[in-house]
């Protein structure tokens, strides 16, 4: 299993990350940062956060496999490994149908051959993650990789995956949170965010699976679903909901701060590193 990457660590959108934010999270005590949103397979922007950083991981979170070929993206991690020896962590995925159309043909094998190539250029199983919700695909994270990266999931969800992917492999759930105590405020921001993967079907059917219904998908979630897709409240009710995973079997939680329009999350940052790491 790969070690490298603490207890808490930042997913964020390749647009939303900076060298200068991943040196204030380093700081901060968070251990990875996740480059989220399908970041380019040319690795260079993991690059520029890990030349950056001394101590921090980043993994990507995902590179999508009918994005970017095998090949040209195990050159990129070999390079990264070159200049950053055991600081990146390679995250691969299939992504959704409704985006990827007709190309989206036998999702598992695809990916299973993604990895052959993988295997071909040697990228080591221990330094590659997948992301992965329901049972087959967490099943081949187990047995082909270093562990899962979910997405969009629940305490729920990582107890029921670290039950079907057993001991010994990563276990890597990003969970979105919102520092505000009003409810009210916090759903209005968290509901935007969580509204888009509520029409892509490999997330309905892993919510439909863990009991949601089709009133809850509707209408951009029900106060229920958001409620459980984003942790919100003061800081240390936020830290509590992040441990849960924990908890539940996680070995590493990938926290996406969520903020209102234009706010500076590194205030957000600072505060939940504050209730996180005391």
């Known amino acids: 299993m790969f070690d490298g990457l603490g207890k808490i660590g930042v997913w964020r959108s390749a647009a939303q990350l900076s060298p200068r934010l991943a040196v204030t999270l380093e700081r901060l005590g968070y251990g990875a940062i996740w480059i989220g949103g ?41 390079r990264v490994e070159a200049r950053h020896p055991g600081r990146f962590l390679l995250g691969i995925g299939v992504g959704h149908p409704e985006a990827t159309g007709a190309r989206y043909v036998k999702p598992y094998e695809a990916l299973a051959q993604y990895l052959d190539e993988l295997d071909s250029a040697q990228v080591p199983i221990g330094r590659r993650v997948l992301a992965a919700l329901g049972p087959k695909m967490l099943t081949l994270a187990a047995e082909r990789a270093a562990g899962a990266h979910p997405y969009l999931t629940t305490p729920e969800h990582t107890r029921r995956a670290r039950e079907i992917m057993g001991s010994g492999v990563l276990l890597a759930p990003e969970q979105k949170v919102v520092l505000d ?43 229920r679903l958001i409620d459980a897709l984003v942790v919100h409240g003061d ?30 999350p590194v205030a957000g940052f600072t505060t939940l590193a504050d209730a996180l790491f005391g």
């Open 181 to 223: 105590a009003d409810s009210v405020r916090a759903l209005s921001i968290g509901r935007p965010i969580a509204k888009p993967y509520l029409g892509l079907v490999n997330y309905t059917s892993n919510l439909r699976s863990l009991g949601y219904t089709d009133a809850d998908l509707a209408g951009g979630g029900s106060n």
């Open 38 to 78: 399908s970041p380019s397979g040319d690795l260079r922007l993991a690059e520029q956060l890990l030349d950056a950083t001394t101590t921090l991981t980043v993994a990507t979170g995902i590179v999508n496999i009918w994005k970017d070929e095998a090949v040209p993206v195990a050159a990129s991690y070999h």
């Open 235 to 264: 800081a240390d009710t936020v830290a509590a909901g992040v441990t849960e995973h924990l908890n539940a079997g996680a070995d590493h939680v990938a926290v996406q701060l969520l903020t209102s329009v234009g706010a500076d």
